[in-house]
T-cell receptor
Framework: EAGVAQSPRYKIIEKRQSVAFWCNPI?????LYWYQQILGQGPKLLIQ????????DSQLPKDRFSAERLKGVDSTLKIQPAKLEDSAVYLC???????????FGSGTRLTVV | GNSVTQMEGPVTLSEEAFLTINCTYT??????LFWYVQYPGEGLQLLLK?????DKGSNKGFEATYRKETTSFHLEKGSVQVSDSAVYFC???????????FGGGTRLMVKP
């Protein structure tokens, strides 16, 4: 079974620029999550999708972050404009149903300079 | 709200030593508890889980017991190997939405 694919692996941008991350979940997994992992901390949920609908985006900074999951498969997470404090690893995960176990991707490491 | 507290690292051990990484949680109701492991350059992998009080999760020689009376889920291994060097995260989730709340992580370094 193929895992959760994320791209790019690394991204360096200047503050106030925009950036987008892409995630392809495991085939058939209905639930998709984006987590932010700041260096030295545990991951924090940004947004959760069930198929193409948002289940929880209460911790997503909506003034600069946006996410979509078109057709209930792939997802993109965008930051515009980026701030220095957005430097982190952005993890995507998927699960078969809402109560299922997670599979995480390898993440995208973002550095904002 | 929900929270998870882990012992701070790094934890440095010699090969074949006994490992304990403490984890305590604060949550309403009866959450499920997890340990995830993150090897260098890789994503998070589920190591073990327990879904109700007194359950013991185990995998690859690691084990942890869900203790509701002490709100703890300590990770243990009898004899660590160099290949166990990684960052370990304790986490909890409730049934509603299955969102995971993570602790800060504990880095384990095992020396030969």
């Amino acid at each position: 079974e193929a895992g959760v694919a994320q791209s790019p692996r690394y991204k360096i941008i200047e503050k106030r620029q925009s950036v987008a991350f892409w995630c392809n979940p495991i085939s058939g997994h209905a639930t998709l999550y984006w987590y932010q992992q700041i260096l030295g901390q545990g991951p924090k949920l940004l947004i959760q999708f069930q198929n193409n609908g948002v289940v929880d985006d209460s911790q997503l900074p909506k003034d600069r972050f946006s996410a979509e999951r078109l057709k209930g498969v792939d997802s993109t997470l965008k930051i515009q404009p980026a701030k220095l404090e957005d430097s982190a690893v952005y993890l995507c995960a998927s699960s078969l149903v809402q109560e299922g176990g997670y599979t995480f991707g390898s993440g995208t490491r973002l550095t904002v300079v | 709200g929900n929270s998870v507290t882990q012992m701070e690292g790094p934890v440095t051990l010699s090969e074949e030593a006994f490992l304990t990484i403490n984890c305590t949680y604060t949550a309403t109701g009866y959450p499920s508890l997890f340990w995830y492991v993150q090897y260098p350059g890789e994503g998070l992998q589920l190591l073990l889980k327990a879904t109700k009080a007194d359950d013991k999760g185990s995998n690859k020689g690691f084990e942890a017991t869900y203790r509701k009376e002490t709100t703890s889920f300590h990770l243990e291994k009898g004899s660590v190997q160099v290949s166990d060097s990684a960052v370990y995260f304790c986490a909890l989730s409730h049934n509603a939405g299955n969102m995971l709340t993570f602790g800060g992580g504990t880095r384990l370094m095992v020396k030969p």
